[in-house]
């Protein structure tokens, strides 16, 4: 029987419909706020809900070897939307899950409004909820609008954390030179959806490579405004200006490593290589990995058809940058996700410092699983500590240092040692294996149903 009493959810990104999905599939009633099409963001292109606004990859779908491999499984086995819709709509990536971006949000959405317990309501939260409101799970994510960031910060006394996040451009397919580009994966390696050839690399040897670099650090980048000179960049997602800046070489043995890859045209390892990934589910559209830039638009398309293949590249995006918001959950937030100022607000996705698509659906998964066992008069029992949940909210909501929080993937560094010593080489799989065996015990259990 469904609860009439709804919990809102405000922020229809990953994690928040991630969480109205969870919700609704225990039987509460929700309602879903979300500010666009009536008001965007810097960054969003679309009004859908669950749009992706930088990569369209999920990383590594590896259950057996790779943290965020497992973190894929864990929301498989929890019945999550977004990894329902990422499979329905993969696109070649090797190892990795990555999708058709406009497929994969439209059918996030179709799922929502087919839902008859989940009230989509247009328009913006602009403060904090009003007291009726006795349930709310807040998921605005990294762009929360201004005014609801404001009262979130007056709320809570905390001054805002930021850091800048870049996006990186897409090229027509059509447009690329393969008389000098070619198909092929890391050591061709296959994954969902692919066949070993799933990505188009372009070679640069030393001379280009070197050219390449000097055009790069000389160029005209975006300017900051005064209140954004002192925000960090995430180390996960640096400009490649930044990136060469420190270092000649760095580019090299990071984004443009040739490792794994042999040019069919020459018949041997070129120095880097700059690799483009299919981006839409027709195939003509391939985003430039790794090539997060906040350089000026004139810039990136001079520069960019400077690379081997790319001489004559139309772009349909270039790329960008934009500001980033997380709050400081180690120290503002309980295991259950609760905001401790008030106790009945939760707060889910990337505004919690986690970082990454997987990441913060997996914690609005948590979040609306611990809403609807309160709503239902349930106990909440957070998942163990050895699963990959467990492991990213323990980090949230207590494991990291409060003094020096930044936004984290999922990773190994996080997981408990296991409790008998096995071979390096057998560690991640041992982990990998503990993990599915806790998470199988806790979704049979009543408390995480």
């Known amino acids: 029987m469904a609860t009439v009493t709804p919990v809102h959810v405000i922020g229809g990104g990953l994690a928040g419909s991630e969480a109205a999905w969870q ?37 590594s779908d590896d259950a057996a070897r790779n943290a965020v491999g497992l973190l894929h499984a864990e929301m498989r086995d929890a019945g999550s939307l977004i990894l329902a819709a990422a499979d329905r709509h993969q696109v070649p990536a090797g190892g990795a899950l990555a999708v058709d971006r406009d497929g994969f949000a439209a059918a996030v959405e179709a799922a929502i409004l087919a839902e008859p317990l989940i009230t989509l309501a247009r328009g913006e939260v602009a403060a904090l909820p009003p007291a009726d409101w006795d349930s709310v799970i807040v998921a605005t994510g990294p762009l929360t609008s201004a005014p609801l960031a404001a009262a979130i910060q007056q709320l809570t006394g905390e001054d805002a954390l930021a850091f800048f996040d870049a996006i990186a451009p897409i090229v027509h397919k059509d447009s690329i030179d393969f008389s000098k580009a070619w198909f092929q994966s890391r050591y061709d390696k296959t ?18 490579y070197e050219a390449f670099i000097d055009a790069l650090l000389a160029a005209e980048t975006v300017a900051f405004r005064d209140w954004e000179a002192t925000t960090p960049y995430f180390e996960g997602c640096l400009p490649i200006e930044v990136m060469a800046s420190r270092g000649r070489e760095t580019l ?46 004139g810039e990136q398309a001079r520069i960019f058809r400077m690379i081997p293949g790319l001489e004559a590249a139309e772009f349909a995006r270039l790329g960008g940058l934009h500001r980033n ?9 309980a295991p259950d996700l609760r905001l401790k100022a008030d106790l009945r607000l939760r707060f889910a996705g990337q505004i919690t410092g986690v970082e990454g698509y997987v990441e913060s659906a997996a914690i609005g998964l948590l979040a609306g699983r611990f809403a609807a066992a309160e709503r239902r008069g349930d106990a909440i029992q957070p998942p163990p500590a050895t699963t990959a949940f467990g492991a990213l909210l323990g980090h949230i909501t207590g494991g990291a240092d409060a003094r020096s929080f930044q936004p984290m993937n999922v990773n190994y560094g996080l997981f408990p040692e296991l409790a008998t010593k096995v071979r390096k080489s057998d560690r991640k799989a041992a982990i990998n294996a503990r993990a599915r065996r806790d998470l199988a015990r806790w979704l049979d259990s009543k408390a995480a149903a």
Do not use: W
């Open 325 to 333: 918001s997380f709050i400081n959950s180690p120290r503002l937030l």
């Open 252 to 297: 090299a043995f990071g984004p443009m490593k040739p490792v794994g890859l042999t040019d069919p045209h020459r018949g041997a390892r070129p120095h880097a290589v700059v690799q483009l990934r299919q981006d839409n589910a027709l195939g003509t559209l391939y985003n430039m990995v790794g090539f997060q830039t906040k350089l000026k638009y």
């Open 23 to 59: 919700l609704a599939r225990a039987g509460v009633a929700t309602v879903l706020h979300e500010m666009r099409p009536e008001k965007s963001t810097e960054a969003h292109q679309t009004g859908r809900l669950a749009e992706l606004v930088c990569s369209n990859s999920f990383r």
């Open 191 to 208: 994954g969902p959806g692919g066949d070993g050839a799933d990505y188009i690399n372009c070679p640069l040897d030393r001379d280009q």
